[in-house]
């Protein structure tokens, strides 16, 4: 059988992950060393020198990565956020462009504000689901890049990723994708055009809350050979324990992702008949103004579901404060369900600008417990 044609639960336990030679072990070893005895003077045996530079329990993440998104290149880090700056900085130069989404997370959108802007690099932020509104800001002025999230974290928006390439490779952007809330096995954005995508691994691909992680993955391999030289050169790299972890997780991935959609589904239909619930936001939902596009590009609609409290933000904190098998905490996508009051914490950092959320939302990352449970919970906490 080709490799490339195989399922995506093959691929994710078996894309760069042969028995170990030596051993026999079937599963990847943990390569806890920093350097590598070379077999003379400038040959190193098998490409390996520097544990920075390269490492084998990084590479097969790195492979894996790749086969599942379906790119050339793939890229781990240290974490989602390193990921980000490393890329930033491989494809953007002092006086460039980028328009980002008006309800990006908020730490891509301090990254911008805070680091990328006094470096040069200037962004408009714009509705990632209007193409008008993005093509028009991405004509307003020349842009380098067109970054997006699908779906948006917290809003859920959805992008239309092929649509989106088609604006960005119009004016001469690279179009990258934020593809942690869809993991690879719900969507992936490169086979619609995308020039690179971004995960944090920390969420659905580690998918245990044990592990953070980053990852970037590209089908061209020029642009590819540039994010290793940044990779190597600023070093944020992904440990091989983290590695390790990710990897693991990407091996149950679509069984995960499955469980998710199934409890996030519950979840979002029973918050549209609850009385203190003005808004759900879930792209599963016919009335979503994303999820004709999401049906289109997306295998289901995940696992967050945000919703807004009839009776306002204090409201909204509390019912975070009164769960008890939804624990309150940051991060997203691990096995467990977590809840959060995103104006107050994830996104705290966009306060007073453009991308500020509202603060009544509170966002589910729901997890893989039975469901009858997780709505239990949520009936006593909303009260």
Known sequence: MNEQHRGFETQAIHAGQEADPATGAVITPIFATSTYAQDGVGRPRQGYEYSRTQNPTRAALEECLTALEQGVRGF????????????????CRPGDHVVIPND?????YRLFAKVAQPWGVDHTPAHVSDVTAVRAAVQARPTSVLWVETPTNPLLSVADIAALADVAHEAGALLV????????????PLTLGADVVVHSTT???????DVVGGALVTNDADLGERLAFHQNSMGAVAGPFDSWLVLRGLKTLAVRM???????????????AHPKVRQVLYPGLPEHAGHEVAAKQMRRYGGIVSFRHAEGAEAAAEVCERTRVF??????????SLIEHPGRMTHASAAGSPLEVPDDLVRLSVGIETVDDLLEDLAQALG
């Open 104 to 108: 990006a997370y908020g730490g891509t």
């Open 258 to 272: 499955e469980r998710h959609c199934d409890n996030a589904e519950r979840i979002a239909s029973f918050l549209q």
């Open 177 to 188: 994708v934020d593809n942690t809330f869809a993991s690879p096995y719900l969507q992936q």
């Open 203 to 209: 969420k659905y691909a580690g998918g245990h809350s």
């Open 76 to 91: 781990a880090f240290a974490s989602g956020m390193a990921a980000e700056d490393t890329l930033l900085r491989t494809i």
């Open 327 to 336: 624990t309150l905490a940051e991060s997203l996508g691990g096995i467990e």
